[in-house]
């Protein structure tokens, strides 16, 4: 099974602020990494596909990057909504697997 | 637009079956898969297992194998998520999700177990 590594585990930030969030793969998916976001209570909400690829409707201050083992979702000027949980999940191969989140908090 | 609209919270006793439904709609229901994803407190969140809607093949975590059957309703397009013998480790959030980059997901049902 590919274990996803994702880190940091939790992120304190002001509205404005750039926050990167990293997920590492234990062997080669290629681009076949997602994003998601998830708030309290609710379901996850995917926002990149594909390494890079936004979701219709994702705001532009979402981007991924990243090949092969190492993937970056960064979130630039960081807004009150985008206070949650996210997530990256790989399916290049089975079991599908997933990062152990990573919690954005307001600072 | 792409809904999934899933079945209702379930409390179930140990040793029971639960039977959890997703309906799609706002797509071609056969072009793409659906998979089932759990999160239970404190856990990662765990993918279950798919069924391919276009050949009706399925394929389910090593994990959840015996346990668990995915099947569809021939005359509606709706999946079901069938898992047996529950323990109390397998209180969790259920969801279903479109295609293997989960693109879309149902709001969740949560499956209850305990004595």
């Known amino acids: 099974d590919i274990q996803m590594t994702q880190f940091p585990s939790s992120v304190s930030a002001s509205v404005g602020d750039r926050v990167t969030i990293t997920c590492r793969a234990s062997?080669?998916?290629?681009?076949?990494l997602g994003w998601f976001q998830q708030k309290p209570g609710k379901a996850p909400k995917s926002l990149i596909y594909d390494a890079s690829t936004l979701h219709g409707g994702v705001p532009s201050n979402f981007s991924g990057s990243g090949s092969g083992t190492d993937f970056t979702l960064t979130i630039s000027g960081l807004q009150p909504e985008d206070f949650a949980t996210y997530y990256c999940q790989q399916y290049n191969s089975y079991p599908l697997t997933f990062g152990g989140g990573t919690r954005v908090e307001i600072k | 637009q792409v809904q999934l609209v899933q079945s209702g919270a379930e409390v179930k006793k140990p040793g029971a079956s639960i039977k959890v439904s997703c309906e799609a709609s706002?797509?071609?229901?056969?072009?793409?898969?659906i998979h089932w994803v759990r999160q239970a407190p404190g856990h990662d969140v765990e993918w279950m297992g798919y069924?391919?809607?276009?050949?009706?093949?399925?394929k389910y975590s090593r994990k959840f194998q015996g346990r668990i059957t995915l099947f569809r309703d021939t005359s509606a397009d709706i999946t079901y998520l069938q898992l047996s013998e529950l323990r109390s480790g397998d209180t969790a959030m259920y969801y279903c999700?479109?295609?293997?980059?989960?693109?879309?997901w149902g709001q969740g049902t949560l499956v209850s177990v305990s004595s």
């Open positions: 706002g797509y071609t229901f056969t072009d793409y898969a």
């Open positions: 999700a479109r295609d293997k980059s989960l693109a879309d």
């Open positions: 062997q080669g998916i290629s681009d076949q």
């Open positions: 069924i391919n809607l276009g050949n009706n093949n399925t």
